[in-house]
């Protein structure tokens, strides 16, 4: 065989170990459907600046009953604990986990702080909402395969999203928002914003959105009406 048939075959092979690889099939990135349906989805974080929900986002969603999903951080569940709480008694709402601080780069953590990050989130949630999370969302998108396999044995599907909206750019307005996702989504696409006050556009934009996938035909759903739960790992 000579070289160029060589690397060529080297190649395919890492394809088709990287395509086989569980950590990287287990990052869902959208729905099992074939149908006009997408997932709303929303990160509500916090770091050192204290942060709160963006209401005109909230009101909006709320007063059209949209199913919309949020992975809270949980220095944020615990700064927004009463309107968590409200909101999740909602049956179109669904709470899920996006870590306990918000730490960007959680690959860089040891397995213990790891494991703190997600279960003390969990632990947060589960006491506000009286729901369990059972999906998982890493800060930034930044994970490798040992992050992945602490969360799996956690109990979590990690989900993150089709493709980034880009709200957090104070740059976009939005109607660049809107032109972006509405260019590009697509049946069973996971849609992310954010709901912490840094969607610049989102509240606007928004409603936009919602209504002209509607007239294509597109319906909403929280992300555990899709997603078959996860088998609960060990502790």
């Not at 459907?33 to 709160?52: G, H, N, R, W, Y």
């Not at 709470?95 to 040891?110: A, D, T, V």
């Not at 992945?148 to 957090?168: C, M, N, R």
């Not at 928004?206 to 992300?223: D, M, N, S, W």
Request: hydrophobic letters at 35%; one cysteine or more; proline letters at 5%.
């Amino acid at each position: 065989m000579d070289g160029k048939k060589l690397f060529v075959c080297v190649v395919y092979c890492l394809i088709m170990l990287w395509r086989d690889d569980p950590a990287v099939a287990g990052v869902v990135t959208k729905l099992p459907s074939k149908e006009e349906v997408v997932a709303i989805t929303f990160d509500a974080c916090e770091t050192k600046t204290p942060s709160f929900f963006d209401n005109d986002i909230i009101d909006y969603l709320v007063r059209e009953e949209i199913p919309f999903t949020i992975f809270v951080s949980g220095k944020f569940a615990r700064r927004n604990s009463e309107q968590l709480t409200q909101l999740s008694r909602k049956s179109f709402i669904e709470i899920e986990n996006h870590s306990l601080r918000h730490r960007q780069h959680m690959e860089k953590l040891s397995e213990d702080n790891v494991r703190k990050e997600v279960v003390e989130c969990e632990t947060i949630i589960t006491e506000l909402t009286g729901r369990k999370p059972i999906f998982f969302r890493f800060p930034a998108g930044n994970y490798d395969q040992r992050t992945l396999k602490i969360v799996e044995a956690l109990g979590y599907q990690v989900v993150h999203w089709t493709f980034p909206s880009g709200d957090p750019d104070k740059q976009t307005t939005p109607e660049r928002l809107s032109r972006w996702v509405l260019g590009k989504v697509q049946k069973g696409d996971i849609l992310i914003f954010h709901i912490n006050g840094r969607g610049y556009g989102t509240g606007e934009a928004l409603p936009r959105i919602v209504e002209q996938l509607r007239e294509k035909g597109y319906r909403f759903t929280r992300l555990d009406a899709m997603l078959s739960s996860p088998t609960a790992g060990a502790r």
